[in-house]
């Protein structure tokens, strides 16, 4: 079948495969099944860089939260040769871990500021690629981003659960931009702590976890160490302890500073992707036009459309303590 009418075919049988899989559990926890209490939906789902992506969502009656269950994944999964039953019980499970996940992000009263000040966090953004998102949500304008809002209800070893804060909220807060801004940072520093490697230390560690079963462990470190030393790439990757929306950390306190400081030079911002960013410091022979094609191919080429966060390089000014769009007329 080709990709609508499995989309149909998803939405016809997904409330039957999710009856049978609660009769069962019914039996067992002696529960009532009403299946009336559930419907189903199509839609299209607006992501990061307006990206639309088609999603099915199973409302449950007396439940203020749905969670969208993306479809796009299992159709290249059943155009490999997944079994269409396989998909099917495995898109159950994923709307049963899902619900439990969407009920940590109720909140008893969202429009009561202190009620969840201390959850709010920031997440950068493509201004240009997200403009229609962002006129239903508060954000900051930063460069050529946007500072968006999120509540964030869980980080755990299996990533983080998150909701975007909407203008109806902020509205019921009664407070401006800047203080929200200021509050959700603090927050997002504490509950997101940045990480830094050197890419040399990067590549290296790759080596060592390939070699250390066929050479002894000093040897590795021994031709590890060397590596490093001679690699001659000054590249630092930026991004926090989780990997994810790790390029935010460029707006976390001193960060830069310190890094300038330490290097003793200016730094040139590429980004790698809405989850990290690298970092060169500026040298004599620095080449930034090499570098914007850096940036420019990797987007082209390996960095999905969904985690692209710009195609431009940035340039902190040490000495003005501050970040600007690279211009090489400038």
Not at 44 to 51: D, L
Not at 123 to 129: G, H, K, M, S
Not at 152 to 175: Q, R, T, Y
Not at 224 to 234: A, H, I, P, S
Request: proline share 2%; with cysteine; charged share 30%.
């Amino acid at each position: 079948m080709d990709y609508q009418e499995f989309l149909e075919y998803v939405k016809d049988n997904v409330l039957e495969i999710l009856r049978q899989k609660k009769m069962v559990q019914s039996l067992e926890q002696e529960q009532d099944v009403r299946m009336e209490d559930y419907d189903v939906c199509l839609q299209k789902i607006a992501k990061n860089n307006g990206i639309m992506l088609d999603a099915i969502t199973i409302y449950k009656k007396g439940y203020c939260v749905s969670p969208n269950i993306y479809l796009n994944t299992y159709y290249d999964q059943y155009q490999m040769g997944a079994p269409l039953d396989w998909i099917m019980q495995h898109l159950i499970q994923e709307y049963e871990e899902k619900m439990e996940e969407a009920n940590s992000l109720v909140v008893d009263n969202v429009y009561d500021f202190d009620v969840v000040k201390d959850k709010i966090v920031i997440r950068l953004v493509n201004y240009e690629r997200n403009h229609a998102e962002l006129e239903k949500c508060p954000h900051r304008c930063f460069l050529d981003f946007a500072i968006t809002f999120r509540y964030l209800a869980s980080k755990d070893g299996m990533g983080i659960a998150s909701a975007i804060i909407s203008n109806l909220e902020f509205a019921a807060w009664g407070i401006d931009i800047e203080e929200l801004y200021e509050i959700a940072r603090r927050n997002t520093m504490k509950a997101f702590p940045w990480k830094m490697e050197s890419l040399s230390q990067i590549v290296a560690s790759c080596f060592r976890k390939d070699l250390t079963n066929v050479i002894t462990s000093d040897m590795c470190e021994e031709m590890m160490d060397t590596m490093e030393q001679e690699c001659g790439v000054n590249m630092f990757v930026l991004s926090n302890d989780v990997g994810i929306n790790g390029a935010t950390c460029i707006l976390y306190e001193d960060v830069l500073k310190n890094f300038a400081e330490k290097q003793g030079k200016s730094i040139y911002i590429l980004p790698a992707s809405v989850h990290e960013v690298i970092l060169v410091p500026r040298e004599e022979d620095t080449d930034p036009e090499f570098l914007q094609e850096l940036v420019l191919d990797a987007n082209r080429s390996s960095v999905g459309l969904i985690d692209l966060l710009s195609d431009r390089i940035y340039y902190y000014d040490r000495n003005k303590d501050e970040i600007q769009i690279y211009n090489r007329d400038a």
